[in-house]
């Protein structure tokens, strides 16, 4: 069996390697920066930047596909040349158009992280952390003319840890990837695979984030939805808290939720990039209006900030934006005044 695989970093790195494990030929990998990137460009992100796909690409030699698009002519003529019987996605920007992903005497599959048919769309990553989901998953489906929208082969659920960011649910699907596709390859082989069609009453779609959100509004949002947003967005984009005319660039790792309800401080320690766990400290006492800084360390680089359903944020490790800013963290958060406002 003969299969392209059309993918970026670690995404397409998993692909090939699943399909090395149950012992399928490749016979060409195209990767996502030959469609975005002009050769001279190209030569340089190879020469500088280190990743994961094309140090697989080198080490197992595998037959590199030279071109600018999945639908441009030379790709088709290599995939008629190749006899290939499955062209599998992942991580792809570009919508595959029929005459492209119907060529493969088996089919054309997809690879989406997320547990179809909810959260269609570019990055359910940012998206079910967004709206506070304990599960996410990755679904195999069979590619059609519109986005994520195929009859589905396989899916797998993965875990969604409390304090997850969209980083460390990124690399939990990676590995889920080989696990998947490794499966797939290994049943396409040996057994009927009968497709599911999505259905259409439990669907959701989501585009791209509006990337206003990074500007931490805490006088009108709730102090868990702020630290949704702080999460989901990282590594993607990193948040910021308005002060006059300088922003402070949040950790998301290092982020407190100060609740007067039950009086409790509630901390997420990350070991590692799978496992989290959450631990309650000593009462707090809470008093100020939405946007208020209630509280400074300059030492740890700390503020404390009211949020508008009376729970604050104590937020550590803060760092000014801007490369000459950086230095004066510190200096800024020592000469803040409790009482001020966040914008």
């Known amino acids: 069996m003969k299969v392209i695989l059309l993918g970026k970093g670690k995404m397409l ?15 060409g990998v195209l990767r996502y920066e030959r469609t975005i990137l002009k ?37 088709r003529e290599f995939v008629l040349k190749t006899n290939a019987d499955i062209i599998m996605v992942g991580t792809w920007r570009e919508k595959l158009e029929r005459k492209t992903f119907s060529m493969p005497k088996i089919g054309t599959v997809n690879l989406h992280p997320s547990l179809l048919p909810r959260y269609r769309g570019p990055n359910p990553y940012m998206q079910v952390i967004l709206r506070g989901e304990k599960k996410s998953g990755i679904t195999l489906h069979l590619m059609d003319e519109n986005l994520d929208t195929g009859a589905i082969l396989l899916q797998k659920e993965i875990d969604i840890f409390t304090g997850d960011t969209g980083k460390e649910l990124r690399e939990r699907t990676f590995t889920a990837t080989r696990e998947i596709a490794s499966e797939f390859f290994r049943k396409i082989q040996s057994e009927v695979i009968i497709p599911i069609k999505q259905n259409e009453s439990r669907a959701t779609y989501f585009g791209n984030i509006n990337e206003s959100l990074k500007m931490l509004d805490f006088k009108n949002k709730p102090a868990e939805e702020i630290y949704a947003i702080i999460r989901a967005l990282h590594p993607w984009l990193p948040c910021y808290i308005t002060i ?11 982020v407190t939720i100060l609740s007067p309800q039950n009086a409790t401080l509630t901390e997420t320690i990350f070991k590692n990039l799978t496992r989290s766990e959450e631990t309650s400290a000593e009462r707090v006492e809470l008093s100020g209006k939405p946007g208020e800084i209630i509280e400074k360390d300059y030492k740890t680089r700390s503020l404390t900030i009211m949020c508008k359903d009376g729970k604050a944020l104590k937020m550590e490790g803060l760092k000014l934006w801007g490369v000459f800013l950086k230095p004066y963290t510190k200096l800024f958060i020592k000469r803040l005044k409790t009482g001020a406002f966040a914008d």
Do not use: W
């Open 244 to 254: 006059g005319k300088r922003f402070l660039q949040v950790n998301p790792y290092k």
């Open 39 to 75: 050769p001279f460009q190209l030569f340089l992100h190879d020469l500088f930047k280190t990743s994961h796909d094309l140090t697989l690409i080198k080490k197992y030699k595998l037959p590199e596909i030279k071109c600018r698009s999945a639908n441009s002519e030379e790709f």
């Open 13 to 27: 790195a998993n692909m090939i390697e699943s399909a090395r494990d149950s012992g399928v030929e490749i016979a």
